[in-house]
């Protein structure tokens, strides 16, 4: 195996300065938006709104609640958990946003170096995937507001870097040591789905994707597969026994995942003559149908189901929509300028997404054109899939890729860095010979 090259003293510095300027970054964003103001409904949906109000009904020692104080399990735990145990120990000061928000992902900019290293063995692009990350805009706008992003993010990126650890150069898991970094990542992604219910899906497609790479050493691969599992499970089950005591339903654990299931696949979102074609709507868009087969229902997990359900039923009666929803949805996987009213935001995150985005796909293509590196990067390449499955089994959005975008950073790295190899030579011999 390869071995990872030590950290020059000059790479130090140049990482110390990266690090510094992404966190002035975020930090000056954080001031420019209100570091005192609370959560906005306008700018940053319900879900802001939501998160708060029940980080502060658990930093009371309650348990979980919605606006109207009824006990929920529609918006997901972790983040509000995590602001919760702030809220605990120093009040409900909004500040204490900021300084998770901006800690979250100063650490994903490290693991993102670190990444980086063990994946290209290469200070260079490691240098490069830690600077995109801090420089991106959307990023430091999540600082600033309350969001999921930020935490998602480094969970993501804190499973990727366990599970490189315990499948070095994409080899299958041998030994207690190999086994004990499955069971931290397992952990890592567990927390991760208690943020973003989502990661479920990284453990069917490490599984598929472990066994298809080691074919012939099945059995390793699944007990390998077996204790990411149950350490994740570990982390997920309190939650999940928690809404089975409390709705008498069984929810993994959140209950809007129907919504957002049935709100990205229905005739509206399926219609190319429509600007939400191949996105999202509220699943108010048939108001006769959601009061009539959901609203009735008066437990949240069976709304949940029931919405679940609809989506279905439009896939399986409407099959030849299901091409024109696909294409739609796959088009959303690369925009790269938000649906905003402000003009000035939507500019500024574009600017960013658009020089990332291309390269971070162009250094997607490379790593699968290339078996080492396939090999050595199979940890990240399961959550490229999980951002293509999240795409066409609901819809994407620039807020779906961003906690996607510390692994997407490293690929950018590849991308760029095989621009500059094949190009910037040919620079300077066309320089030497004009002299």
Same mark, same amino acid.
């Given at each position: 195996?390869?071995?990872?090259?030590?950290?020059?003293?000059?790479?130090?510095?140049?990482?110390?300065?990266?690090?510094? &300027?992404?966190? %002035?970054?975020?930090? /000056?964003? +954080?001031?420019? #938006?209100?570091?005192?103001?609370? =959560?906005?409904?306008? *700018? @940053?949906?319900?879900?802001?709104?939501?998160?708060?109000?029940?980080?502060?009904?658990?930093?009371?020692?309650?348990?979980?609640?919605?606006?109207?104080?009824?006990?929920?399990?529609?918006?997901?735990?972790?983040?509000?958990?995590?602001?919760?145990?702030?809220?605990?120990?120093?009040?409900?000061?909004?500040?204490?946003?900021?300084?998770?928000?901006?800690?979250?992902?100063?650490?994903?900019?490290?693991?993102?170096?670190?990444?980086?290293?063990?994946?290209?063995?290469?200070?260079?692009?490691?240098?490069?995937?830690?600077?995109?990350?801090?420089?991106?805009?959307?990023?430091?706008?999540?600082?600033?507001?309350?969001?999921?992003?930020?935490?998602?993010?480094? &969970?993501?990126? %804190?499973?990727?870097? /366990?599970? +490189?650890?315990? #499948?070095?150069?994409?080899?299958? =898991?041998?030994?207690? *040591? @190999?086994?004990?970094?499955?069971?931290?990542?397992?952990?890592?992604?567990?927390?991760?789905?208690?943020?973003?219910?989502?990661?479920?899906?990284?453990?069917?497609?490490?599984?598929?994707?472990?066994?298809?790479?080691?074919?012939?050493?099945?059995?390793?691969?699944?007990?390998?597969?077996?204790?990411?599992?149950?350490?994740?499970?570990?982390?997920?089950?309190?939650?999940?026994?928690?809404?089975?005591?409390?709705?008498?339903?069984?929810?993994?654990?959140?209950?809007?995942?129907?919504?957002?299931?049935?709100?990205?696949?229905?005739?509206?979102?399926?219609?190319?003559?429509?600007?939400?074609?191949?996105?999202?709507?509220?699943?108010?868009?048939?108001?006769?149908?959601?009061?009539?087969?959901?609203?009735?229902?008066?437990?949240?997990?069976?709304?949940?189901?029931?919405?679940?359900?609809l989506g279905l039923r439009f896939l399986t009666e409407h099959p030849e929509q299901i091409g024109n929803l696909l294409l739609g949805k796959c088009l959303g996987l690369f925009r790269v300028f938000p649906t905003s009213n402000n003009q000035r935001f939507a500019w500024i995150i574009g600017a960013g997404e658009l020089l990332f985005f291309p390269l971070a796909v162009l250094g997607v293509v490379?790593?699968?054109?290339?078996?080492?590196?396939?090999?050595?990067?199979?940890?990240?390449?399961?959550?490229?899939?999980?951002?293509?499955?999240?795409?066409?089994?609901?819809?994407?959005?620039?807020?779906?890729?961003?906690?996607?975008?510390?692994?997407?950073?490293?690929?950018?790295?590849?991308?760029?860095?095989?621009?500059?190899?094949?190009?910037?030579?040919?620079?300077?011999?066309?320089?030497?010979?004009?002299?």
């Amino acid at each position: 195996m390869k071995t990872i090259p030590s950290i020059q003293r000059t790479h130090t510095v140049l990482l110390v300065a990266c690090l510094t &300027l992404g966190l %002035a970054l975020r930090v /000056a964003t +954080l001031f420019y #938006v209100g570091p005192n103001r609370g =959560p906005d409904r306008t *700018s @940053s949906g319900a879900d802001a709104v939501e998160f708060e109000h029940g980080a502060w009904t658990l930093a009371q020692g309650e348990d979980l609640r919605d606006l109207k104080g009824e006990y929920s399990a529609f918006r997901a735990p972790g983040y509000p958990l995590a602001l919760a145990s702030l809220y605990a120990l120093f009040g409900r000061n909004y500040l204490l946003n900021g300084i998770l928000q901006i800690a979250s992902s100063l650490a994903t900019c490290v693991l993102v170096y670190f990444v980086a290293m063990r994946c290209t063995l290469s200070e260079r692009n490691a240098l490069l995937a830690c600077a995109a990350f801090c420089l991106l805009p959307i990023q430091w706008y999540y600082c600033a507001i309350f969001a999921s992003e930020p935490l998602a993010g480094f &969970l993501s990126i %804190a499973t990727v870097y /366990a599970l +490189l650890l315990a #499948v070095p150069d994409g080899q299958e =898991p041998v030994g207690n *040591s @190999s086994y004990t970094w499955l069971a931290i990542a397992g952990i890592a992604n567990g927390l991760s789905m208690l943020v973003r219910p989502i990661a479920l899906l990284v453990i069917p497609t490490l599984a598929v994707m472990l066994v298809v790479q080691h074919s012939f050493r099945f059995r390793r691969v699944v007990v390998g597969v077996l204790v990411f599992f149950m350490a994740h499970a570990l982390v997920v089950a309190p939650w999940t026994i928690r809404n089975y005591v409390r709705f008498d339903r069984l929810a993994l654990v959140s209950s809007n995942g129907g919504s957002t299931f049935w709100g990205a696949n229905n005739p509206v979102v399926a219609d190319r003559a429509n600007h939400e074609w191949g996105s999202w709507i509220s699943t108010n868009f048939a108001g006769d149908v959601k009061k009539r087969e959901v609203l009735v229902l008066e437990n949240e997990i069976d709304r949940d189901k029931m919405e679940y359900r609809l989506g279905l039923r439009f896939l399986t009666e409407h099959p030849e929509q299901i091409g024109n929803l696909l294409l739609g949805k796959c088009l959303g996987l690369f925009r790269v300028f938000p649906t905003s009213n402000n003009q000035r935001f939507a500019w500024i995150i574009g600017a960013g997404e658009l020089l990332f985005f291309p390269l971070a796909v162009l250094g997607v293509v490379l790593v699968l054109a290339d078996a080492n590196l396939r090999s050595r990067f199979l940890p990240l390449t399961v959550f490229v899939v999980v951002l293509l499955e999240t795409t066409l089994i609901f819809y994407m959005s620039i807020r779906f890729r961003a906690p996607t975008e510390p692994i997407l950073a490293v690929f950018f790295a590849v991308g760029t860095g095989w621009l500059a190899d094949r190009y910037l030579p040919l620079r300077e011999s066309m320089g030497r010979l004009r002299q």
